[in-house]
């Protein structure tokens, strides 16, 4: 495993314990929103290396979906469900299991999505 690989999966692990941390504190009742490096998909995105990757979501579609997070009610939000989905991303990283992580990224993606289609319609 490469050094820099290493550390960015280090770096995950830290972001998400500061997460859970947070989530305790507050007896879940929110989650943990920060911006860049604090941010554990920002970090991922970054972590890929794929600098078209980049540029698409982590300049103005990614302020953009961060204002929207920011300002969307948080009785209607899932935090420890969200962190207990991170860490399973994690975990399929560390394990190197790409056909995982993709898979698991993608629930955890579309969750959201039915989440925000769940607060429209109310």
Known sequence: MRAHHRCEIDQLSEVLATHHA??????????????????????????????KLINLLCGELYH???MYRF??????????????????????????????AEM??????QRSRQLIEQRIAD
Do not use: T, W
């Open 64 to 66: 953009l979906l961060r």
């Open 104 to 109: 698991l990224m993608r629930r955890h993606i």
């Open 71 to 100: 300002q969307s009610p948080r009785a209607h939000s899932r935090p420890q469900q969200a962190l207990q989905e991170h860490m399973q991303i994690l975990a399929a990283i560390r394990e190197r299991d790409a056909e995982l």
């Open 22 to 51: 947070y989530i305790e504190r507050v007896e879940g009742a929110a989650y943990f929103h920060q911006q860049g490096d604090f941010d554990f998909h920002y970090c991922i995105i970054k972590a890929s290396h794929n600098q």
